[in-house]
């Protein structure tokens, strides 16, 4: 479902809100954050007091550049600070919850209790499980690159004016989300684009806030070279057992699998904690990873998903991978 098919809706709720929170998913990202605060910056303009929930304890470093730049600027508060600031009439509070629709995702479960349903907006652009939150009004656009577009759209229709640094955190969520516009990019992606570098976003500065680390590249390039191939289409990288990976490092290598001649889908496994193997899987829309991975016990949509399993080992977790793909023919 698109936004713009839900305006009315949007802007009922957002008239009869005075004080707004914004929650995204946990481990941030530049698209969760991105959208939070366009998402505030608008909200701002439309006279409402904001606040973001950001429970997270670790940012990647993307992130850990937006919020050091902007520290002072945002209403930051902890899931623990919600009561205290809540407004008198709670008819008045709205929760919005950007980039998950999963209970077990966002940054606080917490925080759900102080909304009731009425009260919450859920827009995000992965599919639905069922772990799936409710809300009075729930847009899941699976089509759209990003909820950073999603946030643009929003933008036209309140036809605000953006200021440069916000539109540049807008495109950066696109960039990252879309891998450097090559998935999920169509002719509005590039449009929302166009609109962001119109009101003055930076793709040099994108390009400083998605800078990855060297030594981190390195890790990931290692992984990359232990890697199985399947009927000629289906790429297994495994981890060192020794090492423990970040999640977004087995998510970013399973992007890039998809870039060689023939791969269709991608899975990469390796410990991210001492006691977990994870796994982060990746199609070009062959494969459901959603369907593949929920017999892992994880989950995800079409094109991308994610699974974390304890008491395993590695090699075991890519067996039961093969035969859940041999299963599936
Ligand atoms: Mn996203």
Do not use: W
């Amino acid at each position: 479902m698109k936004l713009t098919e839900k305006r009315k809706e949007i802007k009922q709720m957002l008239r009869h809100a005075k004080t707004v929170f914004i929650m995204a998913h946990k481990d941030l990202d530049l698209d969760a954050l991105g959208s939070s605060i366009g998402l505030y910056f608008i909200l701002e303009r439309l006279d409402k007091n904001c606040f973001l929930i950001i429970d997270d304890t670790k940012y990647e470093s993307g992130v850990a550049k937006v919020l050091k730049e902007l520290e002072g600027c945002l209403n930051i508060i902890k899931s623990s600070q919600i009561e205290e600031n809540l407004y008198l009439r709670s008819k008045k509070n709205l929760l919005i919850i950007l980039d998950t629709n999963k209970e077990e995702l966002v940054q606080s479960k917490d925080a759900l209790n102080y909304f009731p349903l009425e009260n919450t907006i859920i827009l995000d652009h992965h599919d639905l499980g069922e772990t799936s939150l409710d809300a009075k009004l729930r847009i899941i656009d699976n089509e759209i690159s990003s909820t950073c577009e999603m946030i643009v759209n929003l933008i036209e229709m309140y036809k605000i004016e953006m200021d440069p640094y916000y539109a540049t955190l807008l495109l950066s969520g696109i960039i990252l989300d879309t891998n450097n516009f090559t998935l999920k990019t169509n002719t509005e992606t590039y449009y929302a684009a166009y609109y962001l570098s119109k009101m003055g976003a930076s793709t040099k500065k994108v390009q400083y806030l998605l800078k990855q680390d060297l030594k981190e590249y390195i890790e990931r390039q290692q992984l990359i070279t232990n890697v199985d191939i399947l009927d000629d289409k289906i790429a297994i990288a495994k981890g060192s057992p020794y090492t423990i990976y970040r999640r977004e490092d087995l998510a970013k290598i399973a992007d890039t699998l998809l870039f060689f001649n023939d791969i269709e889908a991608s899975f990469v496994i390796g410990k991210t904690t001492s006691k977990t193997v994870s796994v982060s899987a990746r199609s070009l829309g062959n494969y459901n990873i959603s369907q593949l991975l929920t017999k892992l016990g994880g989950g995800g949509d079409k094109m991308g998903g994610a699974a974390k399993l304890s008491n395993t080992t590695i090699s075991k977790v890519e067996t039961k991978i093969k035969q859940i793909l041999k299963t599936e023919e």
